[in-house]
């Protein structure tokens, strides 16, 4: 299913409400730690200001309760960085009216804006009908844009207001999707959809539960599935081998049995870790060992090993699409972030070798980056938990109201 984009869009004079995924990380100081996110919306931004359009971005950051303004959670020094971004292409620069998107400043600044001009709208997430998908509120938000465009995949499986009951009140008028989560689709869907051969997922991560719905779709349509992570764990339980102090998920082993008996009936490799990093401790003052096969007992499996590093990055370099979600060990602390990062390079040369490589959101993201080898991937999405949504073969809700091409 593909989508109309805003530049199927004639936006000349039109004032286009555009949905964003500026929940990025921030310092301590309270300014942009890392600008990806942002740096991502940018080509659907300029489409539409240089194109004659007005533009109210709106997005949300962080948690906030849904009571009111919370400083720490505050747009302003993103609207900051977003102007510096744009640079010339965006001369004046971006509004910022007021500390809440639907009080009569907010409304009067975009009623003021002219052709090529944007106003960033204060979090939405400091109104609780954002998460609720108040109706009131989302017409509110309807009511500032003649075109509708959701450019933020990261929340495009949230039925929130700006997500969701705002377009859906916008039934009248264009409905598309930003260049961004058309190229989020295409990826992740032709993953699945349209694969070439080898074609190889990699899941790791915390919890098997979490990749479960993942894991269950992907068996069948690889050729190879390489797990790693602390959810590895909880599957080589249920296969008899000693894990040690390992993390476990005791209430999901029937799930990890489920999956081990899909993938014996089907066509798929199913790789798990043959060695192990091992700590006493996850922090960096933990003695470590290296452990084959299995992990002994009074210490945790913490990273994959130098044996498994090999296989699975030998594995890696030799398809021809691979899709990746989930860290392979604790790469946050060294030295459990090896596997990790000789992974992301292995990414990296299959890209150069002419292979696809797809890497998920949130953590396999941030792994990416610190490794240094992000721009050499095809494709990095931007939403971790609607990058796992789709690998498992379900829809977004954020897609529905958007008109298809």
């Known amino acids: 299913m593909a989508f109309k984009t805003i530049e199927d869009i004639d936006v000349n004079g039109k004032c286009v409400l555009m949905r964003v995924d500026f929940n990025v990380p921030m310092s301590p100081s309270n300014t942009v730690a890392d600008s990806f996110r942002i740096k991502q919306a940018l080509p659907s931004i300029r489409s539409v200001i240089a194109r004659g359009g007005r533009l109210v971005l709106m997005s ?11 400083s720490k959670f505050s747009l302003k020094p993103i609207a900051t960085e977003l102007a510096s971004l744009l640079g010339d292409s965006a001369p004046d620069g971006v509004f910022f009216p007021s500390e809440d998107c639907i ?13 090529g001009q944007i106003v960033l709208l204060e979090n939405l997430r400091f109104h609780v009908g954002e998460m609720e998908d108040d109706a009131t509120f989302a017409s509110k938000l309807a009511a500032y844009g003649d075109i509708y465009c959701n450019d933020a995949f990261g929340a495009c499986h949230r039925a929130h207001a700006s997500v969701y009951g705002t377009p859906m009140g916008m039934q009248e008028d264009p409905r598309v999707a930003g260049l961004l989560v058309s190229e989020e689709i295409r990826y ?15 899941i790791g991560g915390a919890k098997v539960s979490h990749k479960i719905g993942a894991l269950k779709n992907l068996i069948g349509k690889v050729d190879s599935l390489l797990v790693g992570g602390a959810m590895a764990y909880t599957i080589m339980q249920v296969m008899g081998t000693n894990i040690g102090s390992s993390l476990v998920e005791h209430d999901k082993l029937s799930q990890a049995e489920e999956i081990i008996h899909l993938v014996d009936s089907s ?7 043959i060695d192990h990093v091992c700590g006493r401790e996850l922090s960096h003052e933990s003695p470590v060992m290296v452990s084959q096969g299995e992990v002994p007992n009074g210490w945790m499996g913490l990273d994959i090993g130098p044996a498994t590093t090999a296989r699975f990055t030998d594995v890696v370099r030799h398809a021809k699409k691979v899709v990746w979600n989930g860290p392979l060990g604790a790469f946050e602390t060294p030295p459990f972030d090896v596997g990790t990062r000789q992974l992301a390079v292995a990414m990296a040369s299959c890209t150069e070798s002419g292979g696809i490589t797809v890497v998920g959101g949130g953590d396999t993201a941030a792994a990416v980056e610190l490794a240094g080898v992000s721009s050499r991937m095809s494709h990095v999405s931007t939403g971790g938990g609607a990058s796992l949504k789709l690998l498992e073969g379900g829809d977004l809700i954020g897609l529905q109201p958007l008109e298809q091409a």
């Not at 949300?60 to 919370?70: A, E, Q, T, W």
């Not at 009080?103 to 052709?115: C, G, I, N, P």
């Not at 992740?188 to 080898?198: K, M, Y």
């Open 267 to 273: 066509s798929t490799d199913l790789v798990l870790p």
């Open 103 to 115: 009080d009569a400043q907010a409304a009067e600044a975009v009623a003021s804006l002219k052709d």
């Open 60 to 70: 949300h950051l962080g948690r906030p309760d849904g009571s009111g303004y919370v």
């Open 188 to 202: 992740l869907r032709e993953a699945l959809n349209a694969p070439e051969h080898p074609f190889v997922a990699v």
